[in-house]
Nanobody, 119 residues
Framework: QVQLVESGGGLVQPGGSLRLSCAAS????????MGWYRQAPGKERELVAVITAGGTTKYDDSVKGRFTISRDNEKNTVYLQMNSLKPEDTAVYYC?????????????WGKGTLVTVSS
């Protein structure tokens, strides 16, 4: 079965850094686009960053210059390096796997890891 397991969340002070990891199994990792989403209390889940199977990256404007997404195809793992963290970054962060074939898209989600930015 497909599993996406996030880790690395926790409590950090404003201006601090964290690195999230997502270990994938049950998929052909190297042909899937991988992404990070987040959901804060009372808000909708939003896209944070994406790295395609080809290595192209995209970021939400709110995290550009602060967050970096990367992937290690040998380890079937995607990372999110988060620097200069702000209180508004507080959310549950979810790992996403996606593969599109024509009009069909297959998506999988991890269960999330909580990031709290507070002094």
């Amino acid at each position: 079965q497909v599993q996406l397991v996030e880790s690395g969340g926790g409590l950090v002070q404003p201006g601090g850094s964290l690195r999230l990891s997502c270990a994938a199994s049950g998929i052909i990792f190297m042909i899937n686009d991988m992404g990070w989403y987040r959901q804060a209390p009372g808000k909708e889940r939003e896209l944070v960053a994406v790295i395609t199977a080809g290595g192209t990256t995209k970021y939400d404007d709110s995290v550009k210059g602060r967050f970096t997404i990367s992937r290690d195809n040998e380890k079937n793992t995607v990372y999110l390096q988060m620097n200069s963290l702000k209180p508004e970054d507080t959310a549950v962060y979810y790992c996403n796997s996606e593969r599109t074939l024509g009009i069909n898209t297959i998506k999988y989600w991890g269960k999330g890891t909580l990031v709290t930015v507070s002094s």
